[in-house]
């Protein structure tokens, strides 16, 4: 074979060799994609599991903190009642009914829970100004911080009580925070996956909750994006 053809074959060799370098490189940095994605989604499903069981391992406090005032979360039943249950039993010096519609005033929640006229017309707030959980828990450390209270007993669903307590957090509250559960049945039914809507709520709840986590490391970006999809945080 002459110089030049020897030449030619190195020149045409050059480019495939070049060629399949790079299907390597590529094929190294897909094989990478497809360990990290299956890492990631291993975190996702191994968080959310991890997040229903402790939710289901959530009780009422043993005890109770001095000058504690008390916070009702609305959203679902039960949570109204059992924070003026607590503030009947002397658990705490005031009660905030969080997430109010502006229409309704102590009057009209007195009617709704007619056992306890002596407290509404004493010891009793209402806000109407949050409308998200991020909003309870700014309007509830303003509450607090203007009442003087070291100390914050929380009144939600057992569901929503690590994400309040979360917003609560992050939003610098120098209160201690107590969580007072309402038990409801949704953990059981998800853990035993019998209620497909069940399983449907705790899974939203934990993308809230991941949503609320990130969004104190970068709150624009993350708060226009449930906005633009409508997801109340």
């Known amino acids: 074979m002459s110089r030049a053809e020897h030449s030619v074959d190195d020149t045409a060799a050059t480019p495939m060799r070049r060629s399949g370098g790079v299907g390597r490189v590529l094929r190294a940095v897909g094989t990478l994609m497809n ?78 829970h007619r056992g306890y006229p002596k407290l509404f017309e004493c010891c009793i707030d209402l806000d109407a100004e949050a409308l998200d959980t991020a909003g309870n828990a700014r309007e509830t450390l303003a509450w607090a911080d203007k009442n003087g209270f070291d100390a914050l007993i929380i009144v939600t669903s057992d569901w929503h009580l690590p994400r309040s307590l979360l917003e609560l957090r992050q939003a610098n ?14 953990i059981s039914e998800g853990i035993l996956l019998s209620n497909s809507e069940t399983l449907r709520l705790l899974a939203q709840e934990y993308a809230k909750y991941l949503f609320a986590m990130i969004r ?11 906005a633009a999809h409508g997801w109340p945080l």
């Open 216 to 226: 104190n490391v970068v709150p624009g970006p993350v708060g226009s994006f449930a």
């Open 173 to 186: 509250g120098d209160q201690t925070l107590i969580g007072a559960p309402v038990q409801t049945d949704v």
């Open 35 to 112: 360990w990290l994605l299956l890492a990631a989604l291993g975190a996702i499903v191994g968080g959310f599991i991890f997040f229903v069981y402790s939710i289901h391992q959530t009780n009422d406090p043993t005890s109770f903190p001095d000058n504690a005032g008390i916070v009702a979360f609305t959203g679902a039943s039960g949570r109204i009642e059992k924070g003026l249950k607590l503030l009947g039993e002397g658990k705490g010096e005031r009660l905030l009914i969080s997430g109010v519609h502006p229409d309704n005033g102590l009057a009209d929640l007195a009617a709704q």
